[in-house]
């Protein structure tokens, strides 16, 4: 077991936890916000932002400290059930699709709006 240890968060919030389980939940997306206007923001377990796009526009780093605003849905690419090695492997799935602008898979019957 790895010992947990404290981590602090692009927005500052304070995590105990191991260095690997903070670095998936902090540095891979969770889900995704389909917002009004045709934005799209991937956030992390923190429910910061993490990436984005503007109306079909290029991948950007998204403002981790931001209350996005006019979201319409959302979605989450997997749930405590995934296994740690099956959660980064999901997120980095979710975050390549993204950056080639491919459809998201995320959980079945899970989003939210």
Known sequence: MTASREHFTRSGKRVLCSLAEFN??????Y????CAGGRIV????F????YQKIN???VELAD???WVVGVEKQYWFYD???TEAKRRRVAKEALGAFERGEPLRTLPGRGLY
């Open 24 to 29: 998936t939940r902090h540095d891979f997306p």
């Open 31 to 34: 889900g995704v916000w389909y």
């Open 42 to 45: 991937l956030f992390n377990r």
């Open 47 to 50: 429910y910061e932002p993490i």
């Open 56 to 58: 079909g526009g290029p």
């Open 64 to 66: 981790a400290k931001e």
């Open 80 to 82: 405590d059930g995934f």
